[in-house]
């Protein structure tokens, strides 16, 4: 089972960035079986919900933090999920984790923490 985020960088404040993270291995199989979200965490703080999005893709949650700037979407045919982030401020600079909710479970898993598997890090750097 593997997460693979990609898509991070450094951009300066008020630009956009669009992460990526793309599923593999068996478990994987189905991936639209799997509510998808991201995370992220700043230096020196914990990790903290971003956004959630459905198994179908048609509900989607977001932290009050983000909201209005960042969307989440996912193409189930490409086993990918994704985070556009626009408008960044210097506050959003963290590394994002990728995670899927447990098989079958919704996505306010996630947004609970209950976080079936979770991907490797990009590290997003906004410059003031």
């Known amino acids: 089972v593997q997460l693979q985020a990609s898509g991070g960088g450094l951009v300066q404040a008020g630009g956009s960035l669009r992460l990526s993270c793309t599923a593999s291995g068996r478990d994987f199989s189905d991936f639209s079986s799997y509510a998808m979200g991201w995370f992220r965490q700043a230096p020196g703080k914990e990790r903290e919900f971003v956004a959630a999005i459905s198994w179908s893709g048609g509900t989607t949650h977001y932290a009050d933090s983000v909201k209005g700037r960042f969307t989440i979407s996912r193409d189930n045919a490409k086993d990918t999920v994704y985070l556009q982030m626009n408008s960044l401020k210097h506050e959003d600079t963290a590394v994002y984790y990728c995670?899927?909710?447990?098989?079958?479970?919704?996505?306010?898993?996630?947004?609970?923490?209950?976080?079936?598997?979770w991907g490797k890090g990009t590290l997003v750097t906004v410059s003031s």
């Open positions: 995670a899927a909710a447990k098989r079958d479970s919704a996505w306010i898993a996630l947004y609970r923490g209950d976080v079936g598997y």
